[in-house]
């Protein structure tokens, strides 16, 4: 059974699901995957796992790197499993590359080359955005190319971690 709460942003609605095992969610309102995969059997209830989730979206809009991370259940292929991982690394205030990930997930499946373009896809299919920080991802000359809940708040996210991009 999941779960869902609203949170209101400095930047956008938020609509937030979990299940008992962790988050399974993190959607802008208007977001191109909105609700993606949300069991048509939910549930609007404030859930530990969901109260965890809005104190830690309060820190972080605050300006502050939360010390904290509400457990995340995250569901999808193996690549994509690998990718979400990889996003899970990259430091509140970075940025990295598709490229870069690709390169990474190459070489942990013991590949010459990985397809950026596959990782874009995968990146883009984050159903828990701001903490599985797809947002951190640009493109190779710092392009802030493609984010499902809009360039603009994926530029508001950047600038509120003072992240460099270009």
Known sequence: MQFISHYQSPIGGILLAADETGLTGLWFDGAKYYADHLDPEHEEKDTPILEQTKEWLTVYFSGREPQFYPPVHMTG???????WKTLQKIPYGKTVTYGEIAKEIAEQKGLSRMSAQAVGGA????KISIIVPCHRVIGTNGSLTGYAGGIDKKVKLLTLEKA???
């Open 123 to 126: 990146v883009g299919h984050n």
């Open 77 to 83: 292929t193996p690549f994509q499993l690998s990718v």
């Open 164 to 166: 460099a991009w270009v």
